[in-house]
């Protein structure tokens, strides 16, 4: 694996400088996200095009709902979500019935682990981390809720009322949410082992004040948590905490060495927040699809200086529309050489 490459990585992941910031983006290929092939051929080909400082492995948004047995139509696409054929847990009674998952035993698991392994081979000189989602999303998911607020999930004709699920089964919301964690702990040790550099660990946006509050959020995912990235002993965890009021500072306590953020959305502190983790963020992700280069120029050089002389990893805020052009991309990664 590139010295430099993984020595920047590092270095500013533990706080320290590197002789420049790094530098990535991501979006979801949506038609390569079915099998384990098409989705690490994409995300190498991605990789080498862009000759990105490091990798996030955008696998399909329901991969760890159809673990533990949501099924959808991947026919069928909203936004970057396939159209949800079924919750298994569909009502609340149900919340009791989860259980753990082997990582070696999950169709849906293993397809992601033999993706890492695939694009560890095809990118030995470049950092790599896959995606994972809290088990509160991931619960909420297999209510059929969406773990956003005043957002549906794609093909949930009647999901489960997630709060009153909490009330009438509060015991059960907590095993439920202890089950995932584990399954999730056990698929973290086995990414660590097929190559995983780190986790892109997404709270979704469960973090919004509206969704859960301080004392529910510290109740249903703090715990859970860090059950999940205390599983990982490399140092490149990544924690992203999306769309509005998403509240970075919540998580400067966590086991990881980067926070992640739309420093762009409502409610959200920008770059000079004062944080312990290294900031992982930078660019509007809104602004790839069209003809906005030099915006994206604009926003890297900016981002940049506010950042000089503290570890940074620049980044778009949150995954770039699949529709991102070349010419954007290409300028994300020409604002650092």
Request: proline share 4%.
């Amino acid at each position: 694996m590139s010295d430099l490459k993984m020595q920047r990585f590092q270095q500013l992941l533990n706080g320290e400088l590197a002789d420049r910031p790094i530098v990535s983006g991501w979006h979801h290929f949506l038609d390569k996200e079915q099998t384990a092939a098409d989705l690490a051929e994409a995300t190498i080909r991605f990789a080498r095009k862009y000759d990105w400082d490091w990798i996030k492995i955008n696998p399909r948004a329901t991969y760890l709902a159809e673990s533990f047995g949501n099924t959808y139509d991947f026919e069928d696409y909203r936004w970057v979500f396939p159209r949800q054929t079924k919750a298994i847990i569909q009502n609340s009674e149900d919340v009791w019935k989860l259980t753990k998952v082997d990582p070696a035993n999950s169709a849906a698991l293993q397809e992601q682990l033999e993706a890492v392994k695939l694009i560890r081979d095809g990118l030995p000189e470049t950092p790599i981390i896959q995606t994972v989602f809290s088990p509160l999303t991931i619960l909420m998911f297999l209510t059929g809720n969406s773990s956003y607020i005043n957002q549906t999930m794609y093909g949930s004709e009647t999901p489960v009322d997630f709060q009153k699920l909490i009330e009438t089964e509060r015991n059960g919301v907590h095993q439920a949410l202890h089950t995932i964690a584990v399954t999730m702990a056990s698929y973290v040790e086995s990414l660590e082992d097929a190559g995983a550099d780190g986790l892109f660990y997404a709270v979704t946006g469960t973090a919004h004040p509206d969704l859960f509050d301080e004392a529910a959020f510290n109740e249903f995912s703090r715990p859970y948590d860090l059950i999940v990235l205390n599983a990982m002993k490399k140092r490149g965890r990544i924690l992203h905490t999306c769309g509005v009021h998403a509240q970075p500072e919540r998580f400067d306590d966590y086991p990881v060495e980067g926070i992640s953020w739309d420093t762009e959305a409502e409610g959200n502190p920008g770059l000079e927040i004062q944080l312990k983790k290294t900031k992982v963020a930078g660019i509007d992700h809104h602004i790839f699809e069209g003809d906005n280069n030099e915006n994206i120029e604009q926003q890297a050089k900016g981002a940049i200086q506010s950042m000089a002389n503290q570890p940074f990893l620049l980044v778009p805020n949150c995954a770039v529309s699949v529709k991102a052009t070349e010419g954007a991309l290409q300028a994300l990664r020409n604002s650092v050489l």
